[in-house]
């Protein structure tokens, strides 16, 4: 292996960390108790684990509050695991 083909390499296995980040992030909403240092410590772990990030940030279920009692719960679910109430469209925050 070259130097051009280690160069390649390792921007591929940065980059599919940092994307695994941002899925995450896109996935799941912020918490209020997540400060925004907590969430640059992300990127040193990404860029160690790369692309076992990106894996299972795929793999990850859309997260949403439920209206009632703010747990996280699966995007898709129609009633809430931890209150138990039942979970509308029209309850949704946005």
Not at 4 to 23: C, H, K, T
Not at 29 to 47: D, G, K, M, Y
């Amino acid at each position: 292996m070259g130097g051009r083909d280690m160069y390649l390499l390792a921007v591929l296995w940065i980059g599919s960390g940092l994307l695994g980040v941002l899925l995450f992030a896109a996935k799941v909403p912020e918490s209020p108790s997540r400060t925004c240092a907590e969430s640059l410590l992300l990127i040193p772990f990404a860029v160690v684990f790369g692309p076992l990030i990106l894996l299972q940030a795929i793999a990850a279920t859309p997260k949403q509050k439920c209206p009632h009692c703010r747990a996280m719960i699966p995007a898709d679910a129609t009633v809430c695991a931890r209150c138990t109430r039942e979970i509308s469209m029209q309850n949704w925050d946005g």
